[in-house]
């Protein structure tokens, strides 16, 4: 009895010396291992593979997400039509929100396949504010109009539109509606053969008077509306000056290689194969795609139609047994995904089917079907209407449905604390939160202990051992504590109540 009152009396005598000095420690739950995590993606430890997350609903039919160079905080989602009104959103990279005013909202015509289709930012947009639409307009024309940023970066001025060029639409389907600027600093415009089926009128092989079934290169800095660049194909000989390439039937989704230059078009077939088209920055363009004398690389209607030999034909085609409307997509050039730089992903529409592979200017490579390995971790992606990426090169999926998801790394696993009663489940942080639990860290594992119940609370700092160390932790602590280890009886305090706890569970614990 007096040794025990004299151990008491020394410790407390020991307490009334360091109080003073002691520091409050930060919060500490008593349950180890303790992991510390910033909540950002990407964060994950030990990336073995990629999937995707469930980034925004509720959109009206999305087609394209671009974001302005160098802006690393936003997206710009394009939806073609909502009624006759097509809208660009964004959505803010930063906060997870999306802004409740729209950018810029324009009246479109509203066809299956019309609205608005297409946005490309000028290379020089946070000097000039220029960007670029593509869209059908009420009375079903092609329009490509140039807007300018207002004082608000958010908000669009409605009032600055200015038509670069229109082309008249004699069908509803089949209007492209792509256009990006090229390496070169001009801008690139993909049109559909003007609709129907078969190309009746062969507009895609009709280089004269003829802008349909193109792509398209002008230069918006060089006249009014534009000017014609000097090295285009076409220029002083027979074919129209606008004209970079020809045979194409309806290229839904393009995209440059943010690295290399190179372009890749998406081009829908007829009722047999899809494919996708390869141009290198080498090019010089004049390139014949082939249609409609060609679908893919097989024979679709040859009458009147140029050697085969003077034809470039896909890198890719699929059959209708695969699919049956194909969204080009992009080149992955983000640096949160290691290893998976320079694949190309691409989906069809009408089976929800997403697909990579690698291309070294020869061969296709590394084909992979993605579909189940991207499947999202809330909902499901179908109806897939196009790719896109940030301005850091992270890649984003659209779907018809009103969703865009984007293609993360997969999260690695952890444990999961769940109540006080030492339950513990391995899985991802987000499941983790969602469920009300406390996870541990990437690449812990309930095995490790960590979770289990602490049946002995005065073993401050976990060694198996109530002793000296302990007490030394407690005096750092002494005073008012909310919520930590030393806080023994849970009152707010660490005091000499604590200190009884500790002194009379000494030794092994």
């Not at 802006?71 to 990279?93: A, H």
Request: glycine content about 14%.
């Amino acid at each position: 009895m007096i040794s025990r009152t004299l151990l008491i009396t020394s410790i407390a005598g020991l307490c009334l010396v360091v109080a003073g000095t002691a520091k409050k420690p930060v919060a500490h739950t008593g349950q180890d291992p303790v992991f510390s995590h910033t909540g950002q993606d990407p964060a994950f430890a030990g990336v073995a593979g990629f999937t995707t997350t469930r980034l925004i609903t509720g959109l009206a039919r999305p087609v394209q997400v671009v974001a302005p160079p160098g802006d690393t905080s936003r997206i710009f989602i394009v939806e073609q039509r909502s009624g006759s009104t097509g809208r660009i959103k964004i959505f803010n990279l930063n906060t997870g929100t999306l802004n409740s005013t729209a950018f810029l909202s324009l009246t479109v015509s509203t066809s299956s396949e019309q609205g608005l289709l297409g946005l490309a930012f000028h290379p020089n947009y946070a000097q000039n504010g220029y960007f670029y639409v593509n869209y059908t307009a009420s009375n079903g024309s092609t329009t490509i109009k140039r807007y300018t940023v207002s004082t608000n970066p958010d908000v669009a001025n409605s009032g600055s539109g200015y038509t670069i060029m229109t082309i008249s639409q004699p069908y509803t389907n089949h209007n492209g509606g792509w256009l990006g600027f090229g390496a070169d600093g001009y801008l690139y415009i993909g049109t559909g053969d003007g609709g129907s089926g078969g190309d009746p009128g062969n507009r895609a092989q009709d280089i004269t008077n003829q802008l349909l079934g193109k792509m398209l290169r002008i230069d918006v800095d060089g006249g009014s509306p534009y000017g014609i660049p000097a090295s285009n194909p076409f220029v002083g000989i027979t074919g129209d000056d606008e004209i970079w390439a020809y045979g194409l039937r309806n290229p839904w989704r393009c995209a440059f290689d943010s690295e290399t230059g190179d372009l890749w078009m998406g081009d829908v077939g007829q009722n047999a194969y899809e494919e996708i088209t390869f141009q290198p920055a080498s090019s010089m363009g004049g390139e014949n795609y082939g249609w409609r004398c060609y679908e893919g690389n097989n024979t679709y209607n040859t009458g009147g139609c140029p050697p085969q030999s003077s034809m470039t034909f896909p890198v890719w085609e699929y059959s209708h047994s695969s699919g049956c409307s194909v969204t080009g997509g992009e080149i992955y050039r983000g640096t949160a995904i290691s290893g998976l730089q320079g694949t190309y992903f691409f989906a069809d529409y009408c089976y929800s089917t997403i697909w990579s592979f690698r291309y070294d200017g020869t061969s296709v490579y590394d084909y992979q079907n993605r579909t189940s390995q991207l499947s999202p971790d809330v909902g499901s992606i179908s109806s897939i209407s196009g790719f896109g990426r940030d301005a850091a090169g992270e890649m984003y999926i659209c779907d018809l449905n009103g969703e865009v998801f984007k293609i993360i790394p997969t999260p690695a696993t952890g444990a999961c604390c769940v109540g006080t009663n030492g339950t513990c489940i391995d899985i991802y942080e987000s499941n983790c939160n969602a469920g009300g639990g406390t996870w541990l860290g990437a690449n812990t594992a309930c095995a490790d202990g960590g979770c289990d119940p602490n049946n002995c609370p005065a073993d401050i700092n976990g060694d198996g051992t109530v002793g000296v160390s302990d007490v030394l932790s407690m005096i750092e602590a002494w005073g008012p504590c909310s919520g930590c280890s030393a806080d023994i009886n849970n009152d707010g305090n660490v005091n000499v109540s604590d200190l009884l706890e500790v002194v009379g569970a000494w030794g092994p614990c």
